[in-house]
């Protein structure tokens, strides 16, 4: 019974006691598990959003407890990115998609343009800095021994040491020291010259030679005495401006503990949250992801959407440039050569459904670029009108792409009056399912009665009872009319 619960605890929480650096050996177990998994979901029955979502909330929480111990082998780490990788474009682990976006892309949140999941990479090296935060602030038995074995003076030691969880963090122990210091309390586990905590090291702003430094006080709290600061006579000839410098920095009341403190938030905390924003690969916020990414848009039609701000949908002309020879033709028009900016924006199927709209809005469309799609959008209709908007845009385009689908591949045509029918169904169902309200403006009434959308009024602020009644005795009630 010890021995199944044993092998329990193995399989689910996924720690191992390692002893030394860790090896790629032992991590196969897991490596195959989420191996495992990947084959085993039927991908055919799940969009790309539903993949993407498996592999966020099941495939990088497994590896969770571990990564957030050991350190592991990069090659193994990229493998399991390349299988996620496959499974979402392809639906198999094996088999790799021609146009797919960037996985470093894919790994960033939903506002920089990406999918919101987390690089396995940057995701190790931000549970190994974590975890040498943690080393350096706890106080329990493990990183006190720990830290006896591995730092000599506040510097780390240069021998090796067979500890699996010191070969995992002693990289990320100078990032930590250099985006991070020291808040002065009585000064004794804080080196003077050293560490950063009057602004800088004092080693640099002073420009002292580090073999003087062997004849010089070594901590803080050799220049404090009964909390206030007090400069020994020698210092201050060889440094003129050190008690300038020293006197910016505050010194408690009461005689409290030095505290290590992260530059990069607010409380002085590292948290796991915090350390992976610091490793992870940063983008320009783009503007229209808020817009695509909402409750009201089923997350298929919002990648759909994704794919194409990205640039990335699959059409003749993106499979020609990553070397794939084909004769091209516009499968709706059976006009032009297919292109991207041809099929969602000149070709006659979409030109149509995009002059329904703008009869709809009661002006013109005129789209030079992907991101002018959004413009219209951003205007100052009101929150329910703006949801409905939305949702046709994003509707528009799915239904161009799932016509161009039907005919190529299934020898399927279909009217574009027919798509509009199919769009103006889903926007009305958005609109009146969604939360938003609809203010006193004729225009945004006439805009959602045509997509058969029902006005949501705002609610009452508040809501008062008032009871009235006439007075005792001979009353009379005066009403003034204005002249017409």
Sequence with gaps: MVNKFAKYLEAFLLLFSISG???????????????????????????????????????????VYSISVYAWPIQLLKNIETWSRNFIWSGDINQKKL??????????????????????????????????????????????????????????????????????????????????????????????????????????????????????????????????????????????????IVQK??????????????????????????????KRLHFPVKAWAKTIWCKEVPPSKSLLVWRLMQDKIPTDDKLVERGYSLPSICSLCH????????????????V????????????????QSLEDIWKFCDSSWTPQCKVAIKSAVINIMSAIWFARNNARFNNKPTHWKAAVNWIQSNVSLVGNKTSCCSYSSITDFIILKKFNVSIHPPKAPVIK????????????ILAQIQPS
């Excluded at 090896?23 to 790309?48: E, N």
């Excluded at 505050?250 to 590292?270: A, K, Y």
């Excluded at 032009?336 to 070709?347: A, G």
Aim: hydrophobic share 45%; aromatic share 12%.
């Design 352 to 367: 149509n459904l995009w002059r329904w709209l703008a009869y709809i809005l009661g002006k013109a469309l005129h789209f």
């Design 99 to 244: 146009v797919t976006v960037a996985w470093k892309k894919v790994c960033t949140p939903l506002g920089e343009g990406g999918l919101g999941l987390r690089s396995l990479l940057r995701l190790n090296e931000a549970a190994n800095l974590k975890l040498c935060w943690d080393l350096l602030l706890s106080k329990e038995d493990w990183a006190i021994i720990l830290k006896k074995r591995v730092l000599r003076n506040g510097n780390v030691i240069n021998h090796h040491v067979f500890s699996s969880i010191w070969s995992s963090v002693k990289t990320e122990f100078s990032t930590v020291m250099n985006n991070s210091s020291w808040k002065v309390g009585t000064g004794q586990n804080i080196n003077l010259w050293l560490d950063s905590w009057c602004g800088g090291t004092l080693a640099q702003t002073l420009n002292v030679n580090q073999n003087v430094l062997v004849w010089l006080p070594s901590k803080v709290s050799d220049i404090i005495h009964d909390q206030k600061w007090n400069i020994p006579f020698h210092l201050e000839l060889l440094f003129p401006t050190l008690k300038n």
């Design 249 to 278: 920095v505050t010194l408690p009341v009461e005689p409290l503990e030095d505290q290590l403190c992260w530059n990069n938030d607010s409380s002085g905390v590292l948290t796991m949250k915090d350390a992976y924003d610091f």
């Design 335 to 350: 006009i032009c050569s297919e292109s991207t900016f041809h099929l969602f924006f000149e070709c006659n199927f979409a």
């Design 21 to 63: 650096r860790p090896k790629a050996s032992y991590f196969y177990p897991i490596a195959d598990k989420i191996k495992t998994k990947l084959s085993a979901w039927k991908a055919s029955l799940l969009s790309i959003a539903g993949r993407v979502q498996l592999v966020r909330s099941v495939i990088q929480s497994m590896m």
């Design 465 to 476: 009872e008032v009871i009235w009644h006439p007075p005792f005795g001979q009353w009379k």
